[in-house]
């Protein structure tokens, strides 16, 4: 498999459509990364969430005096 | 009795454990893939004699759009798996599926423009396959807000459930009727190079990026739907053990250090 | 037993258009929406009656979509917070047949309306005269679809509180094949050529969604019913 383009600065500027194929590639891998790394990041916010409630649950136990809640 | 496997695929849980273990080796393919698609597609593949290097967006443009259209039917029948079995998982897989859709068609759209313009001349033409990917956004768009809508969570599934369905009716209707007012109104013959008559150096890397992509919407559906899962079930006790456990191996890879 | 189908339908229709004649005021609202809006359109365009007659066909179907939408949102919205919605879901009748009889007077106060009053529109906007007949014929059925089509939306956002924008959202790529071929119809029409073929699609399209849409209008209902 050779290259088609004789260096990379042709690969670059594509005969003057670079701007357009290589502005293509960028906006289309973000929005890939995106999509992969948004649920990874809420997935460790909903499990962090989860701690805190059970942290929250064991806190209320602990002290049954404590009825009117926490602020 | 064959149909365990089935009603075990329903359940959140099951998904959940198994997923993580199918991501281990789905993500390195994937990645694989795409990434030798691009690089073949970019570099290697010829450049077109009309269209010179820019028809080199074919090869995110195309899967794209495949996978956008594919996407929207992946996402009907979730619903309509939820609305027949009522299995809870099919849900979360409908709702995960919907924005993943819509950015693969932001991407088929954004894609189409930038490419019309060393092509055509101008950003934004009113052509068939350009009007038809705008009216899937919309669809995407209606299934995602009315789900987004509703206070509970059975009700916006059924209801994205029926919009679903009710989309995927129209859309051939919609596919058509367009391509039909296209011809009616052609300002000028405009042809994407069409596919089978591509050369097999230009062809081959499309192939590779169309699995590449299906590849890809795999690993992400799996990942929004396991954080769906996460915020539909964290009350209940599974999540809570998993979180003691995640804990657990915390705590010993500590004590194993010290 | 057999009659129980068809007295669901008939009952809901007298009951709608009974409504609505005592709310004949309202229940006009979207003709005049119709005929004033369309005096927007010389005002922003041009006042010339040749570039004028190049849009008048598309801009009165557009102008007659806009207000079937804006009055879609209605079929539903008075009945789910009088009560009546839940006396609908719980009747004997199969529930698309008393649905049928809403959309259908839901129709006649708004399609019907618009479709007779287009032919002043047409004048308004100097619709060569090839394209009356035509535009009468493909309104009739067209807003006949987008009444049904509409309704499908509305079943599935009657509970929501700001249901109607999201209606206009949901309904608008449903719409889209209705107003293509119904503008169509008229164009072809000015341009010599035959009329029918267009005006026959529109037609399959009244017959698939006079069909389906009162199924998936009820669908719809019963899930909100439970919201």
């Known amino acids: ?71 | ?258 | 037993m057999a009659s129980s189908v068809n007295s669901g339908f008939l009952a809901w229709l007298r009951r709608d258009l009974l409504l609505a004649y005592r709310r004949r005021g309202e229940a006009a609202s979207p003709l005049v929406f119709f005929v004033m809006v369309s005096t927007l359109i010389p005002l922003g365009l041009t006042p010339e009656s040749a570039r004028l007659a190049e849009v008048a066909a598309g801009m009165i179907w557009v102008m007659a979509l806009l207000a079937t939408l804006l009055s879609v949102d209605g079929l539903f919205a008075s009945d789910y917070q009088d009560g009546s919605l839940e006396q609908l879901l719980i009747t004997p009748q199969l529930l698309p047949m008393p649905l049928l009889g809403k959309i259908t007077a839901h129709w006649l106060t708004t399609g019907l309306p618009l479709t007779l009053v287009s032919p002043l529109l047409g004048l308004m906007l100097s619709l060569p005269a090839s394209g009356y007949l035509p535009m009468i014929c493909s309104l009739a059925l067209g807003t006949a679809c987008l009444s049904l089509t509409g309704a499908v939306g509305a079943a599935l956002t009657v509970s929501l509180r700001k249901g109607g924008l999201l209606l206009s959202l949901l309904v608008m790529p449903l719409y889209m094949p209705v107003i293509i071929f119904g503008t169509a119809t008229v164009t072809y029409a000015i341009d010599g050529l035959n009329w029918l073929p267009p005006l026959a699609i529109l037609g399959a399209l009244f017959a698939a969604s006079v069909a389906l849409c009162p199924l998936a209008a009820a669908g719809g209902l019963r899930i909100t019913s439970a919201n």
């Open chain 1, 1 to 71: 498999m050779k290259m088609y383009f004789a260096s990379f600065q042709d690969l670059l500027t594509m005969d003057g459509h670079g701007f357009y194929v290589w502005s293509t590639v960028i906006v289309t891998l973000l929005i890939m990364i995106w999509l992969l790394v948004a649920p990874i990041l809420s997935r460790r916010a909903l499990l962090k969430e989860v701690a805190r409630d059970i942290l929250r649950e064991r806190a209320r136990q602990t002290s049954p005096t404590n009825t009117q809640g926490e602020s």
């Open chain 2, 1 to 258: 009795m064959s149909w365990q496997w089935f009603h075990r695929l329903g359940s959140p849980r099951w998904f959940y454990h198994n997923s993580a273990r199918w991501l281990a080796w789905l993500c390195p393919i994937a990645a694989a893939v795409v990434l030798g698609g691009l690089v073949w597609g970019l570099a290697i593949a010829p450049e077109d004699a009309k269209q010179g290097n820019s028809f080199r967006i074919i090869y995110l443009h195309v899967p794209a759009s495949f996978l956008a259209l594919a996407g929207y039917y992946i996402m009907a029948i979730a619903g309509a798996v939820g609305l027949i079995w009522k299995m809870k998982l099919s849900y979360m897989v409908m709702k995960s599926a919907a924005p993943i859709g819509a950015a693969l068609t932001f991407i088929a759209l954004f894609s189409g423009a930038i490419w019309g313009k060393p092509t055509w001349g101008t950003y934004w033409v009113w052509d068939a396959r350009i009007t038809s990917m705008l009216i899937l956004l919309f669809l995407y768009l209606g299934v995602m807000a009315l789900q987004y809508a509703y206070h509970s969570i059975d009700a916006a599934s059924k209801a994205g459930a029926i919009l679903g369905l009710v989309g995927t009716v129209n859309i051939p209707i919609i596919y058509k009727s367009v391509d039909w007012w296209f011809t009616l109104h052609q300002p000028a013959t405009i042809k994407f190079t069409s596919a089978p008559s591509m050369h097999p150096d230009m062809f081959q890397p499309l192939l590779v990026m169309i699995v590449g992509f299906y590849l890809f919407y795999a690993v992400a559906l799996i990942l929004h739907t396991r954080s769906e899962i996460l915020r539909r079930e964290r009350k209940t006790s599974w999540v809570r053990e998993l979180l003691n456990e995640k804990n657990q191996d915390v705590a010993d890879k500590k004590v194993g250090k010290s």
